[in-house]
């Protein structure tokens, strides 16, 4: 005969919680009762020291019901009673701020709910592998459960669910087979499907001695990509492999991993295990000695899991090193693929960037440079502006200067690191010093371009710019613009200014308006241009207005500066009077 009891708790309330909160998906139950039946299994282990044959067996009836069973301790009615009292102790607000006591987790208690998001009912069959009677355990979501004893019964707990509706796919041998596989891959306890001899979990217990080909073999054949280099990583914290990814990907990419915690699939996310610069890598790594949080899909931020994250990120760059030594064509295919990762990993790792500089590249007016050839450049000027690096590239190639642009992720930071390391010549640019290099003209050449330099400066006068005339190489480039960090700042406030409104778009008026004596930029005519030297002979104020508005706005473009509203309006008025004046003609 059996006994009807009541959970002690609202089951109803903690249901919710668990579809609604804490799991991201009813597949979990899977999960749930593999973790169950590998402790249970465990636990028969510490306590039968001579047994060795634990095993998970799976039975499905498709889309109907499914009984998983383990030959594990099993539970007595005392240890019924002890797990559903842990149910009873995890409170619904513990449930949501992730607050159960580590002991819970992985216990038999509160995974088992999970069951409920995909079966009206949780039958358990249970025998203690230490002797005593089978017992029948019933449970119902309306909060009602009953318990009986059970006659015919193996040692070990089978657990026997019937399908809601909506939920068969869930019960299907293929699907069950599926979820085993991601949740169980690394479990040391075999699973089965009833009626198969293959294992559905085998793997190796320890990758440090397995060849690297057996590595990508294996990579390939869990993740489905063409790996360039396997990394093993065996650390206190971790074990497993981290594979370096055949293809560029984005900081932002969110890689799909496995990650494991005590060989139980915890998470696909890396963020808050692996270092921000690991977005290059897809992993397949174990972890011991971490918290998960309650719904088991992440890590608790604690000391345990700094150190483990400071363990693979040495892991790997010992790896990178050995490399360096022993294979350093391979380490140049991997740079050439992920250069953006590694410079972020050397902008703040010491080792790794003075292992890596010489082989990473950047771009100078002399073509793409590795850091190793920027040792031996001597002399050099950065520019943190790809388009300012693109409009004065030409220049220093006329002058036989070295010109780098750092206007890439982590560049300016590795190139002054070098300056300070290596003790070489580099500078950052300044605009109104490189501009004073240019060739002044002569005092004849000044005298026949002052009508030019009037037009000009009456023409930019509304932008606060003023004309300058010089010589420079190319001479296909007709007009550099230039301005000092204080021009460059006051215009930015005038383009913010003009895209604001209401208080903001006053308190910046007001800012500038507090500013008594406006620095001009400099717009440089450069006499070499066929163009200027046609303009000099020009004697049409209006046509040459219009002629360096549209040149300075080319200028503006050409050193990548925003346009601000007046000036894009100033160039199609200035296209329409040379239009007009052609059509005048």
Known sequence: MSDTYHFQVNLGGMLDVLSNHLYKSPDVFLRELLQNGVDAVTLRQKSQPDWNRGKLTITVEPGRRLIFRDNGAGLSEEGIHRFLAVIGQSSKTELVNGRIPEDYIGRFGIGLLSCFMVSDSIVVHTRPAAGGEAHVWTGLPDGTYTLEPLEECPVGTAVILT????????????????????????????????????????????????????????????????????????????????????YRTAPSAKGRHRIYLKQMLLTERGDTLLPPWAFFLQCFLNTRGLRPTASREDFYEDRALSEAREEFAAAVRRHLAQLAEEDPDRLRGIVSVHAEAIKAMAVWDEELFRLFIDYLSFETSEGVMTGAALKRAGEAVWVHSVPKFKQLKPIFMAQGRLLICTGYASDQELIQAMAERFGLPFQPLHEEEMFDTLEDVTAAERQRGERLLRAADEALFPFECQAKLRRFLPADLPVLYAMSDEVQFLRQLQTAQENSSGIFSGALASMLSGVEERPLATLYLNLNSPIVRRLVTTADPELLGSMVQVLYVQALLAGGHPLRGGELKTMNQALLALLEHTAGI
């Open 163 to 246: 399908a809601k509706h909506g939920m068969e796919h869930y019960f299907q041998p293929r699907k069950v087979a599926e979820l085993v596989r991601y949740y169980g891959l690394a479990l040391p306890v075999p699973v089965y499907l009833s009626g198969d001899p293959e294992r559905l979990n085998s793997i190796p217990a320890d990758f440090s001695g397995v060849s690297r080909s057996q590595l990508l073999s294996f990579g390939e054949w869990l993740f489905e990509e063409d790996f360039l280099e396997a990394i093993p990583i065996q650390t206190p914290h971790i074990s497993g492999v981290a594979y370096v990814l055949p």
